[in-house]
């Protein structure tokens, strides 16, 4: 096509770049106004103070991350935010590869049948599984507590999102329930990939399977678990925002409060829109820091 | 030889016990849906004499109040129309792009292409405040065709990524013949790429659609009562709930958001986890 180009006469080439226009400027032009501009919007609004009611903006620097830096509230979404980064990254991350590795490695005939049922819940709206979720932790009537009356272990029995104490790991279950089906199939898609010579050598040398999975299934796939730990980060931020929203909306007292909700609540609740938008500067740079660390510390030569 | 016995017997064992893990596994992720789905059709004395009971009966008035008093019948075709609409204009809008970048040398092919693959890196949701003010200023808020163009625009990077990777893949050779038997730019488009493309819309259609159906924070932030999409009215539904408590309604609810998409998902559920591998080994 290019070697073509200085072959062709020159009408030709200018209707060909018409052509081009055309297919690109309406996906450029929605893009860039539903996309870029409210981006750069964030960093803008982030220097200001607004209330979004009015027109009136006053440009106070950066006194909106000053005022972050001494929030308590923010401290606490931040720290909320990294606890459910990192519990449900790593719970995930296991469950997904021992799932994963073990419907690989044993030829079970209903290999298939597990991979769809597990990866169902991932097709679900966040609001049902956050509704769902919600009505199973309900201190009375949820099937959690009957199940454990039941039993008989009243003792355990508790308001699961009404206490400080439980209300983020209750959540990050529901999160995990969510998301192992997704990366197990990811996993599995690699895991396929794998030479089966590999782990009939390691089968004649004696290696159990155990070790085994260190040795060859891990290395074999960590350019997927690389990949997928940049989507664990972007997924979770998300993610707690969803759950957090549709399950507590923050309660108790703020104690489940993540970094989007905070955001969230800042704007349409406080409106304080150039306090929220700092918060989303903040999001974006812990995204983006998270993603570079992290694929800093799992770099590993190919040898 | 010798070896052979033992070996099978630890391997009985070791499926054995990995069968008990896999059905304990399934019953955590399969319980909880059957438990909305036959509590859907119990009554809120029912439910509350006993959560883990089956209905006595099909009491089928659950459904009626939920579409009826809780307007989730209206909530459901918007989010039809909704999602359906941005099906239309997301493919609209990535086909002649992707065209565009994948098999054309421009002078800013390459800084186009970046400008979308930035746009990875942003996710909707960090900047649902932005838009929701451009939506007010312009006076757009509140419309479902508005929110279409929205979530075809912010789903635009990824899928744009997806389709000229797939486009990438075509043999040039079917190109050039289109061309000799005299297809321009349109021709060749419209006549090669779309078609030998389908694997690819297939494989972004159905995630595209699970995306839109399910979508909720900027539903949520643009949307008023009267026009609220389905995830939006089931979480509405929740809120009224902890007031009225009519159980049976918010659990019907929660099947008629789910059903469509467990439908979906049992005809299309190879396509998506295919799909879904191929995505990861690009990403």
């Given at each position: 096509?290019?070697?073509?180009?200085?072959?062709?006469?020159?009408?030709?080439?200018?209707?060909?770049?018409?052509?081009?226009?055309?297919?690109?400027?309406?996906?450029?032009?929605?893009?860039?106004?539903?996309?870029?501009?409210?981006?750069?919007?964030?960093?803008?609004?982030?220097?200001?103070?607004?209330?979004?009611?009015?027109?009136?903006?006053?440009?106070?620097?950066?006194?909106?991350?000053?005022?972050?830096?001494?929030?308590?509230?923010?401290?606490?979404?931040?720290?909320?935010?990294?606890?459910?980064?990192?519990?449900?990254?790593?719970?995930?991350?296991?469950?997904?590869?021992?799932?994963?590795?073990?419907?690989?490695?044993?030829?079970?005939?209903?290999?298939?049948?597990?991979?769809?049922?597990?990866?169902?819940?991932?097709?679900?709206?966040?609001?049902?599984?956050?509704?769902?979720?919600?009505?199973?932790?309900?201190?009375?009537?949820?099937?959690?507590?009957?199940?454990?009356?039941?039993?008989?272990?009243?003792?355990?029995?508790?308001?699961?999102?009404?206490?400080?104490?439980?209300?983020?790991?209750?959540?990050?279950?529901?999160?995990?329930?969510?998301?192992?089906?997704?990366?197990?199939?990811?996993?599995?898609?690699?895991?396929?990939?794998?030479?089966?010579?590999?782990?009939?050598?390691?089968?004649?040398?004696?290696?159990?399977?155990?070790?085994?999975?260190?040795?060859?299934?891990?290395?074999?796939?960590?350019?997927?678990?690389?990949?997928?730990?940049?989507?664990?980060?972007?997924?979770?931020?998300?993610?707690?925002?969803?759950?957090?929203?549709?399950?507590?909306?923050?309660?108790?007292?703020?104690?489940?409060?993540?970094?989007?909700?905070?955001?969230?609540?800042?704007?349409?609740?406080?409106?304080?829109?150039?306090?929220?938008?700092?918060?989303?500067?903040?999001?974006?740079?812990?995204?983006?820091?998270?993603?570079?660390?992290?694929?800093?510390?799992?770099?590993?030569?190919?040898? | 030889?010798?070896?052979?016995?033992?070996?099978?017997?630890?391997?009985?064992?070791?499926?054995?016990?990995?069968?008990?893990?896999?059905?304990?596994?399934?019953?955590?992720?399969?319980?909880?849906?059957?438990?909305?789905?036959?509590?859907?059709?119990?009554?809120?004395?029912?439910?509350?004499?006993?959560?883990?009971?089956?209905?006595?009966?099909?009491?089928?008035?659950?459904?009626?109040?939920?579409?009826?008093?809780?307007?989730?019948?209206?909530?459901?075709?918007?989010s039809?129309g909704v999602t359906l609409g941005s099906l239309g204009l997301l493919f609209v809008l990535?086909?002649?792009?992707?065209?565009?970048?994948?098999?054309?040398?421009?002078?800013?092919?390459?800084?186009?292409?970046?400008?979308?693959?930035?746009?990875?890196?942003?996710?909707?949701?960090?900047?649902?405040?932005?838009?929701?003010?451009?939506?007010?200023?312009?006076?757009?808020?509140?419309?479902l065709f508005?929110l279409c163009i929205v979530y075809a625009a912010t789903t635009?990077?990824?899928?744009?990524?997806?389709?000229?990777?797939?486009?990438?893949?075509?043999?040039?050779?079917?190109?050039?013949?289109?061309?000799?038997?005299?297809?321009?730019?349109?021709?060749?488009?419209?006549?090669?790429?779309?078609?030998?493309?389908?694997?690819?819309?297939?494989?972004?259609?159905?995630?595209a659609f699970?995306s839109y159906w399910?979508e909720?924070?900027?539903?949520?932030?643009?949307?008023?009562?009267?026009?609220?999409?389905?995830?939006?009215?089931?979480?509405?539904?929740?809120?009224?709930?902890?007031?009225?408590?009519?159980?049976?309604?918010?659990?019907?609810?929660?099947?008629?958001?789910?059903?469509?998409?467990?439908?979906?998902?049992?005809?299309?559920?190879?396509?998506?986890?295919?799909?879904?591998?191929?995505?990861?080994?690009?990403?």
């Amino acid at each position: 096509m290019t070697n073509l180009k200085k072959y062709m006469p020159k009408k030709q080439q200018t209707r060909r770049n018409i052509a081009i226009t055309v297919s690109l400027l309406p996906a450029l032009a929605l893009y860039a106004l539903f996309v870029i501009y409210p981006t750069f919007n964030v960093f803008r609004t982030s220097m200001y103070q607004w209330s979004g009611l009015s027109k009136q903006k006053t440009f106070i620097g950066f006194e909106n991350f000053i005022r972050l830096f001494n929030d308590t509230k923010f401290w606490t979404a931040l720290q909320n935010t990294i606890f459910l980064l990192i519990f449900c990254t790593a719970i995930t991350m296991i469950l997904a590869l021992f799932f994963a590795a073990a419907l690989t490695q044993s030829k079970l005939k209903e290999k298939n049948f597990y991979r769809v049922l597990f990866f169902f819940p991932n097709v679900l709206s966040i609001v049902v599984i956050g509704v769902l979720f919600s009505n199973i932790y309900e201190p009375n009537m949820g099937i959690l507590n009957s199940l454990l009356r039941g039993i008989g272990l009243n003792h355990l029995a508790q308001p699961w999102l009404g206490s400080g104490k439980t209300v983020l790991w209750a959540i990050g279950v529901a999160m995990i329930w969510q998301a192992v089906g997704y990366y197990m199939v990811m996993y599995m898609a690699g895991m396929d990939g794998i030479s089966p010579e590999l782990y009939e050598a390691a089968d004649i040398d004696g290696a159990s399977k155990f070790v085994q999975f260190f040795k060859i299934t891990i290395p074999m796939i960590w350019g997927i678990l690389r990949v997928t730990l940049v989507f664990f980060i972007t997924s979770t931020l998300n993610m707690s925002f969803l759950f957090v929203n549709v399950m507590t909306d923050g309660a108790p007292n703020g104690s489940s409060e993540v970094l989007l909700t905070y955001m969230y609540r800042q704007a349409f609740t406080n409106a304080n829109f150039g306090y929220a938008m700092a918060i989303a500067v903040i999001i974006f740079i812990v995204a983006f820091a998270l993603a570079i660390i992290s694929n800093i510390l799992t770099k590993k030569n190919d040898a | 030889m010798k070896g052979r016995h033992p070996q099978n017997i630890r391997r009985l064992i070791g499926n054995t016990s990995l069968r008990m893990v896999l059905i304990l596994t399934s019953l955590i992720v399969v319980l909880p849906i059957l438990w909305v789905i036959y509590t859907s059709f119990k009554t809120s004395a029912e439910f509350l004499n006993n959560p883990w009971a089956l209905p006595s009966s099909l009491n089928w008035s659950n459904y009626a109040n939920a579409i009826s008093k809780a307007n989730m019948g209206d909530y459901f075709m918007n989010s039809i129309g909704v999602t359906l609409g941005s099906l239309g204009l997301l493919f609209v809008l990535i086909v002649p792009a992707a065209y565009a970048l994948s098999r054309f040398k421009f002078k800013f092919s390459k800084g186009i292409t970046m400008l979308f693959m930035a746009g990875l890196f942003i996710n909707c949701n960090y900047i649902v405040v932005p838009i929701f003010m451009i939506l007010k200023d312009m006076g757009l808020l509140n419309n479902l065709f508005v929110l279409c163009i929205v979530y075809a625009a912010t789903t635009m990077p990824f899928n744009i990524y997806l389709l000229t990777g797939f486009m990438q893949g075509i043999a040039k050779e079917y190109e050039e013949a289109a061309q000799i038997d005299g297809c321009g730019y349109w021709g060749t488009l419209f006549r090669v790429i779309i078609p030998m493309s389908k694997p690819g819309f297939v494989t972004i259609g159905v995630f595209a659609f699970m995306s839109y159906w399910n979508e909720y924070i900027l539903a949520l932030t643009v949307l008023k009562p009267d026009h609220y999409t389905l995830p939006v009215g089931l979480k509405n539904l929740m809120e009224v709930q902890k007031f009225a408590t009519d159980w049976g309604a918010m659990f019907a609810g929660l099947v008629i958001v789910m059903m469509p998409t467990m439908v979906f998902y049992a005809l299309v559920q190879k396509k998506l986890t295919s799909g879904l591998s191929l995505g990861g080994l690009k990403g």
